[in-house]
């Protein structure tokens, strides 16, 4: 065949190929494309070229083999010898001897390799030390592993949460109630769950940091009333009433502690009770520091007070501080309860309680109702503190109620007038007495505030949190131990006041 005959070959099959791309439906339109193409853009049009060919080629190109061997073989030595050499990282950093101390639950610990006495941490009934619960929190664990990994309305609910809360309401006396995972973040979620922008809330302004977070993200009308203050309620509520006589209905919260976190008294609940009912208000009250401790069972303030359960709209409490478990819950009717299984968000957007903190606090719970001594011991050395602190110091005062096991100490009046003490100062003494004691073998701490907003004008700081000292009291030590211990602090207090000029 010479070059003429294959030309003509050549010819002839470029044109049968036409044909036959031709009669391709939207070749035409193709090939139109592509000839516009190259006369406005030829560069694109090898771009588009390339492009298409890679892709063909990707597309057949063989698989990646993972079995390839692509790495460097190590002899047996080298991989000893690299082992030996390796050290891990530490997850988390190392804790100071203070952070050691404060995450320590016993009453006598060991701080700087020493023994000190704990009187920092809410083990009141020194649960933790309690080889049922260890046993029972081990079982669980090896039966339900550490966490349920997901949240409670997905998959996250197991039998022993449903448990749990059947032995809460139980307990209470309330139809219904529901667990959260998070103590902090119950009475935050609870707030918003039910009260919206429009709603009106009034609260004592006092209350504590996870109510105020609570209610700011609820964006309702607030009103505060003075703390414990029953006529500055009234006249609060009086005036609401006028106020949204001629307005559209809304829906309206009072809003309390039973037993004060930043104060440490306890609230005034039938004076409450009486107003909720005569002004068609609601009641959310966060039991979060009376559970557990108050009333002969540790029902709480309404056991103490002899108030009804059922008189409470919703009670929030935590499993986290008397119980030595962890979360928290709210309890009420079963409307009350329903309601925050889909608009509560830390309960929705959540991973449940641990099951192994869930027995726990079932346990705990079970411990105090069949055994009411274990509070009565505890009553009994918070009474033994009392001796010691506060009728016989000339410095401090306690602001906590008799049964209350968390004794919060703030300098008399006179003491911040003759000193000249600000706020600052008060803070920077009390820190010293704290390490002063811990010097003498005793630890304790110091209430905490939130630091101010920046910018923030009087009016918008309103109740202002006093710097305290704090004492956790418990069932753990004797009654000797505990004498000795407040001795130490009443000594220290006195020490750090007088080295402190007017």
């Given at each position: 065949?010479?070059?003429?005959?294959a030309?003509?070959?050549l010819?002839?099959i470029?044109?049968?190929l036409?044909?036959?791309?031709?009669k391709?439906?939207?070749?035409?339109?193709?090939l139109?494309?592509?000839?516009?193409?190259y006369?406005?853009?030829?560069?694109?049009?090898?771009?588009?070229?390339?492009?298409?060919?890679?892709?063909?080629?990707?597309?057949?190109?063989?698989?990646?083999?993972?079995h390839?061997?692509?790495?460097?073989?190590?002899?047996e030595e080298?991989?000893?010898?690299?082992?030996?050499?390796?050290?891990?990282?530490?997850?988390?950093a190392?804790?100071?001897?203070?952070?050691?101390?404060?995450?320590?639950?016993?009453?006598?610990?060991?701080?700087?390799?020493?023994t000190v006495t704990?009187?920092?941490?809410?083990?009141?009934?020194?649960?933790?030390?309690?080889?049922?619960?260890?046993?029972?929190?081990?079982q669980?664990?090896r039966?339900?592993?550490?966490?349920?990994?997901?949240?409670?309305?997905?998959?996250?609910?197991?039998?022993?949460?449903?448990?749990?809360?059947?032995?809460?309401?139980?307990?209470?006396?309330?139809?219904?109630?529901?667990?959260?995972?998070?103590?902090?973040?119950?009475?935050?979620?609870v707030?918003?769950?039910?009260?919206?922008?429009?709603d009106?809330?009034?609260?004592?302004?006092?209350?504590?940091?996870?109510?105020?977070?609570?209610?700011?993200?609820?964006?309702?009308?607030?009103?505060?009333?003075?703390?414990?203050?029953?006529e500055?309620?009234?006249r609060?509520?009086?005036?609401?009433?006028?106020?949204?006589?001629?307005?559209?209905?809304?829906?309206?919260?009072?809003?309390?502690?039973?037993?004060?976190?930043?104060?440490g008294?306890?609230?005034?609940?039938?004076?409450?009770?009486?107003?909720?009912l005569?002004?068609?208000?609601?009641?959310?009250?966060?039991?979060?520091?009376?559970?557990g401790?108050?009333g002969?069972?540790?029902?709480?303030?309404?056991?103490?007070?002899?108030v009804?359960?059922?008189?409470?709209?919703?009670?929030?409490?935590?499993?986290?501080?008397?119980?030595?478990?962890?979360?928290?819950?709210?309890?009420?009717?079963?409307?009350?309860?329903?309601?925050?299984?889909?608009?509560?968000?830390?309960?929705t957007?959540s991973?449940?309680?641990?099951?192994?903190?869930?027995?726990?606090?079932?346990?705990?719970?079970?411990?105090i109702?069949?055994?009411?001594?274990?509070?009565?011991?505890?009553?009994?050395?918070?009474?033994?503190?009392?001796?010691?602190?506060?009728p016989?110091?000339d410095?401090?005062?306690?602001?906590?109620?008799i049964?209350?096991?968390?004794?919060?100490?703030?300098?008399?009046?006179?003491v911040?007038?003759?000193?000249k003490?600000?706020?600052?100062?008060?803070?920077?003494?009390?820190?010293?007495?704290?390490?002063e004691?811990?010097?003498?073998?005793?630890?304790?701490?110091?209430?905490?505030s939130?630091?101010?907003?920046?910018?923030?004008?009087?009016?918008?700081?309103g109740?202002?949190?006093?710097?305290?000292?704090?004492?956790?009291i418990?069932?753990g030590?004797?009654?000797?131990?505990?004498?000795?211990?407040?001795?130490?602090?009443?000594?220290?207090i006195?020490?750090?006041v007088n080295?402190?000029?007017?």
């Amino acid at each position: 065949m010479d070059l003429q005959d294959a030309q003509s070959w050549l010819n002839d099959i470029l044109n049968e190929l036409s044909t036959q791309f031709q009669k391709v439906p939207g070749s035409a339109i193709l090939l139109r494309y592509v000839k516009s193409s190259y006369q406005n853009d030829p560069v694109r049009s090898a771009v588009e070229l390339f492009l298409f060919l890679f892709a063909v080629r990707y597309l057949l190109a063989p698989k990646y083999s993972t079995h390839k061997k692509s790495y460097v073989k190590l002899s047996e030595e080298e991989i000893d010898e690299l082992v030996e050499d390796w050290t891990p990282e530490p997850l988390v950093a190392m804790q100071a001897p203070f952070e050691e101390a404060e995450n320590e639950k016993r009453a006598v610990i060991l701080s700087n390799g020493r023994t000190v006495t704990n009187l920092a941490s809410y083990n009141f009934y020194n649960l933790v030390a309690n080889e049922t619960l260890k046993e029972k929190a081990i079982q669980t664990l090896r039966t339900y592993g550490v966490g349920p990994c997901g949240p409670p309305g997905f998959y996250g609910t197991q039998d022993v949460h449903m448990k749990t809360e059947a032995d809460i309401a139980s307990h209470l006396g309330v139809p219904a109630c529901i667990v959260y995972a998070q103590a902090f973040s119950t009475i935050s979620s609870v707030i918003p769950a039910f009260s919206k922008r429009g709603d009106i809330i009034i609260a004592d302004e006092a209350v504590n940091y996870a109510i105020l977070k609570g209610i700011q993200i609820s964006r309702s009308t607030i009103r505060w009333y003075k703390h414990n203050d029953m006529e500055d309620l009234q006249r609060i509520l009086e005036n609401v009433i006028k106020e949204q006589a001629k307005k559209p209905l809304t829906r309206r919260f009072i809003v309390t502690e039973g037993m004060f976190e930043n104060v440490g008294d306890v609230v005034n609940l039938p004076k409450i009770i009486e107003f909720k009912l005569r002004y068609k208000f609601r009641l959310i009250l966060d039991e979060t520091w009376s559970f557990g401790v108050l009333g002969r069972t540790g029902k709480g303030v309404a056991e103490q007070q002899n108030v009804d359960p059922s008189e409470l709209d919703m009670i929030i409490g935590s499993l986290a501080g008397p119980l030595c478990a962890g979360g928290g819950f709210c309890a009420g009717s079963n409307e009350i309860v329903e309601h925050q299984r889909i608009s509560a968000a830390a309960y929705t957007f959540s991973a449940a309680l641990p099951a192994m903190l869930a027995t726990t606090a079932s346990e705990a719970l079970s411990m105090i109702q069949t055994n009411p001594d274990i509070i009565s011991q505890v009553r009994e050395n918070i009474k033994t503190m009392w001796a010691q602190l506060d009728p016989r110091s000339d410095w401090v005062r306690c602001t906590s109620s008799i049964e209350n096991p968390i004794m919060l100490l703030v300098l008399k009046p006179e003491v911040v007038a003759s000193k000249k003490l600000r706020m600052a100062d008060q803070e920077l003494l009390l820190h010293e007495v704290v390490d002063e004691t811990l010097a003498n073998g005793v630890l304790i701490t110091r209430l905490h505030s939130m630091p101010r907003a920046i910018n923030a004008t009087p009016k918008d700081i309103g109740w202002e949190l006093q710097p305290a000292l704090k004492v956790c009291i418990t069932s753990g030590l004797t009654k000797k131990e505990t004498e000795r211990a407040g001795t130490i602090i009443r000594h220290a207090i006195t020490k750090i006041v007088n080295k402190r000029k007017a």
